[in-house]
Every structure is written in structure tokens, then in C-alpha cells.
């Protein structure tokens, strides 16, 4: 008769164990959040139809990253290529996160035409383009840089005195180590027509696929006020379901 074999018993996780275990994964956890990718919602509607108001998206910040001396082999680093979205830091309000679509590179000359874009003295096919303003023809905007900017175009002040040093003939052209940025949402964005170059240290990264997406009225993020975001937080709770967006859910940014 076949003796049965006593299993032994795995020992217990103490305490301690636990809350290293707990700290390992929190500290993890963290690194990824800081140094490789970070949870970014979109505020306006200047990518519009690419990326929406209300859009939460997530940006690889090793991307477009510089190499680094001793992990840059094993990282997926390269440089930003024309038509790559990424989000930086604005040139013109410190602090405030931007994602555009990049249309020029150190070199590039750019100039536009009754709202076409074209670079290098080529037209560009954009089937991502929208145009979407009401309010008509904007000669600085449709016909950049061929009219002078002024206030009435809401060009920043320092941007009105540097445009000028870049212009050659009837092109912008774009300095080393800075990039131009538009928005998918032509008419209504202001992009590097209205505030000059991105500089290469400002990039953040590149926002990689859409990890949730609410519908999300216009100006939202200027609503700053306690009873606006309590007001507001109340409102993804009641509607979660229904005014998700669930077709856009993990959409690959391109």
C-alpha cells in the first residue's frame, strides 16, 4: 500500500516581505510613470480628428529622448521625423504641456499658401488636415509667412520680432536644433505660425495609443475652480458609460 507523501507547506509572506514586496512594485511603478511614460490628457481641439478634447493619451518619453551613454543601445532612441506628433513644452508659457504634428526640421524652408503647407519648395498631401474655422479667410494664417503679424493675429510679442531674422525669400527657414509645429486642426490652431520654433530641449515625447477618452466640453481645462472640478468629477462618475468614448479606446496615435 502506497504511502502518502506529506506535501510541505510554503511558507507564509511576513509582514515585512509583504510591504518590500509592495515597495518594489510602487517604486517600479513610479520609474515607468516618470522616465518612460506619462498619462497626458488633450485640453483642446487643435489636433482635431486625430486626437479630441477629452482624449487620455499616453507619451513614450524614451522616444525622442537623448541617448544615453549607457542605455542608449538597449532603448528604442531616435530622432523626430516630419509628420511624427509629440508633445513638448510651450516656447511661450512655461509650464504648458503642447501636442502638435511636426511639419519642419532644422533646415526645412516652410511657407503656406491658401492654407496648403509647403516644404522645401513641395506642396504636402495631409489627408489628416481639417479646416474647421468659420471665420474665413486669415491672411497671416492662411498665407504664413507672407503677411506681417500683429495683435490682431494674437502673435506673441516675441515671436513678432524674430520672425523676420528667419525669413528667406518667401520661406520660414527652421534653425538648428528646433522644430515647427502645426496642428491637425489647421484653422484653429496656434502652432508655431503664432509662437515661433519648438526648441529640440522642450520635447517631451511621443504620444503612443489613447488609454480612455470622454466627451469633454470645449475650455474644460480653464475651469480651475474647486466647485468646477468637484462639478466636473461628478459628471464622469454619472455618465462613465455612456459618454465614454470606447471606439477610440487603446487607438494607436499616428
Request: with cysteine; hydrophobic share 40%.
Amino acid at each position: 500500500m502506497a504511502k502518502k507523501v506529506k506535501q510541505e507547506e510554503k511558507p507564509r509572506e511576513t509582514p515585512v516581505e509583504f510591504l518590500t514586496s509592495l515597495a518594489s512594485v510602487l517604486v517600479t511603478g513610479l520609474f515607468i510613470i516618470t522616465f518612460i511614460f506619462q498619462a497626458f490628457e488633450i485640453p483642446s481641439s487643435s489636433m482635431e480628428n486625430t486626437l479630441l478634447i477629452g482624449d487620455h493619451v499616453f507619451v513614450n518619453r524614451v522616444r525622442f529622448a537623448p541617448p544615453s551613454q549607457w542605455v542608449g543601445p538597449l532603448l528604442p532612441y531616435r530622432d523626430i521625423k516630419r509628420g511624427d506628433i509629440f508633445v513638448f513644452l510651450s516656447p511661450a508659457e512655461p509650464g504648458l504641456y503642447i501636442v502638435k504634428r511636426c511639419i519642419g526640421l532644422p533646415g526645412d524652408r516652410i511657407h503656406l499658401r491658401d492654407g496648403a503647407v509647403y516644404r522645401n519648395g513641395v506642396k504636402l498631401d495631409e489627408p489628416y488636415v481639417i479646416h474647421s474655422s468659420n471665420d474665413g479667410y486669415n491672411p497671416y494664417r492662411d498665407n504664413f509667412p507672407a503677411v506681417s503679424p500683429s495683435d490682431f493675429y494674437n502673435v506673441s510679442p516675441q515671436w513678432q520680432e524674430e520672425l523676420s531674422k528667419h525669413i528667406e525669400g518667401e520661406d520660414l527657414v527652421v534653425p538648428p536644433n528646433s522644430y515647427f509645429g502645426m496642428g491637425d486642426n489647421r484653422d484653429v490652431s496656434l502652432d508655431s505660425r503664432f509662437w515661433g520654433f519648438i526648441p529640440r530641449e522642450n520635447v517631451i515625447g511621443r504620444p503612443m495609443f489613447i488609454y480612455w477618452s470622454f466627451e469633454t466640453p470645449p475650455l474644460q481645462y480653464l475651469q480651475t475652480g474647486i466647485g468646477d472640478r468637484v462639478g466636473f468629477m461628478a459628471k464622469v462618475i454619472l455618465h462613465f458609460f455612456d459618454e465614454t468614448r470606447w471606439r477610440r479606446t487603446l487607438r494607436v496615435i499616428r
